[in-house]
């Protein structure tokens, strides 16, 4: 009886033993793993899905897909899940469903697909406010051939291409009250995009119309794509203390818009759609010289009319705020690159500072800069119009009078009447004098 009881406690100990070494095994890596995953972040956008892993350190992991049905299979090593991955999916046009498993020693995600996508993955170090991050990009793979249009005929409505900064799981800076850059971009980017749509003879193309990642690459092809005649990017500042206020309107720096230029003049048989009006000459001569000096006037007209807006932009909000720069300044932005399309950054205003914050949030202010904005691209293509385009056949040119010139010769040289010169004019007499400025209608 003793013997038996023995025994009966020995075969109680190794059931217990054998228990809790399942149940070890089981929740080894949940339980007891040196690494987590304490966030995941989905970000539809029109060409692609970005999802981001946030991480306690820095990820151990392989990846690798499967086919039939499509499926993109991620290893992390000594890792446990934090993460619900039941609703993730429920907005992606591409990830159908999250799953997970844990399995010697690793937790695997497996993230089914509706179709077969281009795929990069890589992780990023701490940087802002973020932790260690496993990024995941899936791309549609005909996203070059679904934003291909076709050659711009004529040019009619002048196009304005904008640029909303940041997006996605990229805030840009964030103000004191917890406001995100992104979202004030956003927003007065889409006021913009209401006023200028509303303004016969331009056109408003959106960069990024929802909370998205658009790489800042593909932000300026995409604004080619769209045949655009002129990009704005929208930004609000930000410093490390609250003090700093006012908006400031940037233009690339000449040394860029060269260094841009002249990589692309190195391979101009495959580029030259990026110089401009001569694209095609520089692409076909052989001559060296006609091509550097093509792209060269291109890069020049480019960054002309870049101040010209500028300059008019900064007159509009001066007007409704505060300025930190009176001036248009240099600054070395990607999103300003490319000499063929002329281009400006307007900072809004600086969102760490506690008063500019409350106004950029503000709807009515919003409005207000749009309005700026708006106008200040307005005035300089009704003043320098495109040849034809709508501009080009309404409002008024300007003429400096010089020796010899009258009311009557003008009239006639401008193809419209001496009464209609000094009505548009508010002239009292038929006398012109030497340097005066007067408005020419357009005639077409």
């Known amino acids: 009886m003793y013997r038996r009881s023995l025994l009966a406690i020995a075969k109680l100990r190794v059931l ?10 089981l929740f080894s890596v949940s339980t007891f793993a040196a690494n987590s995953i304490d966030g995941i972040r989905v970000w539809p956008a029109p060409e692609n899905t970005r999802i981001v892993f946030d991480v306690k350190q820095k990820p151990d992991y392989k990846f690798f897909t499967l086919s039939k049905p499509d499926r993109l299979v991620i290893d992390f ?7 619900s991955l039941r609703s993730l999916a429920v907005n992606d046009p591409r990830v159908k469903l999250f799953r997970s498993s844990v399995s010697k020693g690793k937790t695997r995600l497996v993230l089914e697909l509706t179709k077969s996508y281009q795929l990069t993955v890589f992780p990023l170090a701490p940087a802002g406010q973020y932790g260690n991050r496993l990024v995941i990009d899936l791309y549609d793979k005909n996203r070059s051939q679904k934003n291909v249009s076709k050659p711009k005929e004529s040019v009619g409505d ?11 799981e990229d805030p840009g800076s964030i103000g004191g009250k917890g406001t995100y850059e992104k979202r004030v971009t956003l927003a007065i980017a889409k006021k913009l995009q209401k006023l200028i749509n509303n303004e016969k003879g331009m056109k408003a193309v959106m960069i990024r119309s929802g ?3 658009v790489d800042l690459n593909r932000r300026t092809s995409l604004a080619r794509d769209k045949h655009v005649d002129f990009f704005v990017s929208i930004h609000a500042d930000a410093f490390h203390t609250p003090k700093p206020s006012g908006a400031s309107v940037w ?12 990589r692309w003049l190195l391979n101009r048989e495959k580029k030259s759609e990026l110089l401009g009006g001569g694209g095609g000459v520089i692409k076909n001569t052989s001559d060296s010289h006609l091509a550097l000096a093509l792209a060269d006037m291109s890069k020049e007209h480019s960054l002309g009319v870049s101040f010209g807006v500028a300059n008019n932009v900064i007159k509009e909000l001066e007007k409704i705020t505060t300025m930190h720069k009176k001036t248009p300044q240099n600054g070395n932005f990607a999103v300003l690159k490319s000499s063929d399309i002329p281009s400006i950054l307007v900072e809004t205003g600086f969102i760490s500072n506690h008063k500019e914050e409350q106004n950029l949030i503000w709807s009515k202010h919003q409005q207000r800069l749009a309005d700026a904005i708006h106008n200040g691209i307005k005035n300089h ?6 040849t034809g385009s709508y501009f080009a056949s309404v409002g008024y040119k300007k003429h400096k009078v010089r020796s010899g010139e009258s009311l009557s010769v ?3 040289r401008y193809n419209t009447s001496m009464s209609k010169l000094i009505n548009i004019n508010g002239l ?3 006398s012109l004098r030497i340097g005066q400025t007067l408005k020419i209608p357009r005639t077409g």
Do not use: Q, W
């Open 410 to 412: 003008l009239a006639k």
């Open 428 to 430: 009292k007499s038929n």
């Open 251 to 262: 233009v690339v720096t000449k040394s860029r818009a060269e260094s841009e230029l002249s």
């Open 77 to 83: 090593t000594d890792t446990k899940n934090t993460v």
């Open 211 to 213: 909370d998205y990642h």
């Open 381 to 386: 293509f009704m003043a320098h119009p495109l």
């Open 158 to 168: 002048i196009i304005i291409g904008i640029d909303a900064g940041h997006g996605g």
């Open 16 to 25: 217990s033993l054998l228990c809790v070494i399942a149940l070890s095994s």
